[in-house]
């Protein structure tokens, strides 16, 4: 009997990834069309499993105006357990969970968020205009824009509570910034284009930057959340932000060097690809020099020129030492592999910020077993799987520097 009802209860349990939808809305008749995109992640909102119990045929419908990011919230369901008939049981609190992280004054109601939609023409985005660019899309050219602005501009706190939303499905362990801290920087990225015969914009993503003290006058920035919304993924905005973020950098001379705060696989990936790409230009970082090794020379140029921090430095050169090196012969790769051995066998030695990393994340008697515990051939092993998944990761990042 108990599995009867298990089997029964099943078709009002479902992955919340699968039944939320985003839609940015430029017009009234965006509504009535299939475009969206769904969530990358759910368990920051709805619980590690992700799961969501209590209705059949659950939609969960967060749609977003373009520009001024003005919210609508609401589900549908076709069955709903009831806790009469189910022993007790009730349905998850959806809209409950989710008004617990989206800001106070989203809409309800369909046609109250359609008479809002209007207001997005009289949107102008927030903050200096940095940078202007296009990108070519579906046989057409369209323009963007990006701005720098802190959260005393007018009006740009409300927006940044409701552009911030975003995160907690794309980013991983994401969390909500102090905005009153004034170190917060934001640059936005912005579509615009033209929209019967009126200028629009579109939000497109964003990212947050902190300015730390560094002794004894200097500040380090340090970027935070960086977010390019799905729709405009894989389009080349990430690299026009994080490019024209450096760009402001480069003469501050109170800024020292410019740091990460635990990037994802995907942002790393981005930042090796603009710092190489920046690397490439400079004398130290000539294909001659590359094989010839990682020296000082690097550091000093990369650091005083491009900000950059001696660990990107170091990774960067290995990345286009990679690319000058010619795979076919034998003896120059061979020579580029063991000098990334070297670098990936700094663990071992127990000294330095690697090994240090390791102490921190893993439990005495795991980092005995790791390291100390280790016969010479499962090192050797240990440090070829590294080399390889190092070295698959750099071929990513090169393929597209050959694309430029």
Sequence with gaps: MAGIIHSALEQYKCDAN?????KLVRDVADLGNNEGFRPEMCHQVFG???SIFGYKDLCIQMYYTAARLNTYLNITYTGKVSPDKNDGLKPDDVIGALSKEIPPGYYTSIDDFSASVAKDATFKPFGELLHTYTVGKEGRERQFEIYRTDIACPGFRDY??????????????ASYIDVDDDRWSFYLVFEKYKHDGSVMYATVGYMTVYSYYAYPSRVRPRISQVLILPPFQKQGHGAHLLQTFYNRCYGDSEILDITVED???DFQRL???VDARNCMALKSFKPD??????????????RTKLKLNRRQIRRVYEILRMKATDHTNKKEYT????????RLNIPFQKNGRDFEKLQKALAPDELSATLSCMTLPQRHQYLEKAFEDTTEVYSRVIERLNMC
Excluded: N, Y
């Design 263 to 265: 990037p994802s696989e």
């Design 160 to 173: 940044h509570s409701r552009l911030q939303t975003f995160i907690l499905f794309f980013i991983d362990a």
């Design 48 to 50: 590690d499993q992700e």
């Design 18 to 22: 699968d039944v939320l939808i985003f």
């Design 271 to 273: 930042r090796d690809f």
């Design 335 to 342: 020579q580029f592999r063991l000098d990334v051995k070297r």
């Design 289 to 302: 020099k590359l094989r010839k090794g990682f020296d000082e020379d690097m550091v000093r140029e990369a």
